[in-house]
């Protein structure tokens, strides 16, 4: 028995990937050093190599001919990964989330920790669904926040490497964290899937042509994946200037009319709890006008009554 390649190759197999890089792996037009079968786990594309009897005459012929290549049972063939994938085209080196919070054991926020309402810190017995000391006596535009943890640490590394190298598979594992951390709490308040709509706070058109993605899409969407609620654009938003680095009053003055509700959309938020997806909570001025905003669309598409939940990955202490 020998290897021979698919390709009608007449040079000994034995010395020659398909590319004609040496098989130690130490390079060639393929691509990267390691990505042949010689490394027992990159191959692309899927199966270069198929095992052939050196003399078959006892067997009958191949389909399609004598000529074609017989394939025998045999391992599978190794399957690239989404992150190797990254790593060999894309020239992604940083470690993923799951990697970085596995080696951390970083974990969640457990409700209890932070206020229900607001989303702010609370020790045990410091708030209940009414809110914390800071927030009871202010008016939100939610009535209820869903968070992973504080803006800080590996948390804060991810969100920012997602949004701002434009990295999706960042975003799609954090959205579906905080997936899993808004199913618990629909689960603890019994609402069902169907009954909720996933709305994500948008960002405006030409940030997302310069950062090459629409995070708080993809956050939403990964949202709506595990909970198994719909996803329901409703809103979108007017181009201002960065939020970083303004006063509050400042912040609020820079998103007052940004967002514009989409009745299309909105009419699908009707008699549903709509849970508005964003990145970080830091004043709650963004999420404060989409949430004004989206209860204005809503109103218009016919429903007075409008239940909002917030649901971010982090929450800013530091004000
Ligand atoms: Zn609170």
């Known amino acids: ?32 050093a ?20 050196d003399e ?46 596995r080696e951390l054991g970083w974990l969640p926020d457990a409700p209890g920790t932070y206020c229900p309402r607001c989303g702010s810190p609370a020790g045990p017995f410091e708030a209940d669904a009414a809110g914390c000391s800071t927030c009871r006596p202010k008016r939100l535009a939610w009535e209820r926040c869903v968070r992973l943890g504080a803006y800080e640490g590996i948390l804060r590394d991810a969100i920012l490497s997602g949004k701002y190298t434009g990295w999706r598979r960042m975003c799609q594992d954090l959205g579906a964290d905080l997936g899993r951390a808004v199913a618990a709490e629909l689960g603890l308040a019994s609402i069902q899937p169907d009954a909720v709509a996933i709305c994500p706070v948008p960002t405006s058109r030409r940030r997302r ?31 201002r200037p960065p939020q970083q680095g303004l006063s509050p009053e400042a912040r609020r003055a820079n998103v007052r009319g940004a967002f514009v509700p989409r009745l299309g959309a909105c009419s699908q938020c009707c008699g549903r709890v709509v849970v508005l997806v964003d990145d970080v909570r830091t004043t709650g001025a963004t999420l404060s006008a989409a949430g004004r905003a989206l209860r204005e669309g809503v109103r218009k598409a016919g429903d ?9 990955l982090a929450v800013a202490t530091r004000r």
């Open 34 to 53: 390691g990505g042949h079968a010689a490394s027992g786990r990159f191959v692309w594309p899927p199966r270069p190599f198929v095992q052939v009897p």
């Open 304 to 312: 007075r009554e409008q239940a909002v939940w917030a649901a971010v």
């Open 1 to 32: 028995m020998r290897l021979r390649t698919t390709l009608a190759d007449e040079e000994p197999q034995s010395t020659r990937s398909r590319c004609g890089a040496p098989p130690d792996g130490s390079g060639g037009p393929c691509g990267a």
């Open 209 to 239: 042509l310069a950062r090459g993605l629409d995070h708080t899409a993809i956050l939403a969407r990964e949202v709506a994946r595990v909970t198994g609620a719909r996803v329901a654009p409703a809103l979108r938003r007017r181009h």
């Open 56 to 101: 078959p005459p006892d067997e009958p012929p191949a389909p399609g001919g004598p000529d074609v290549p017989r394939r025998t049972a045999g391992p599978p063939p190794a399957r690239i990964t989404l992150h190797e994938a990254e790593a060999a085209w894309l020239g992604v080196t940083a470690r993923s989330w799951e990697a970085s919070r």
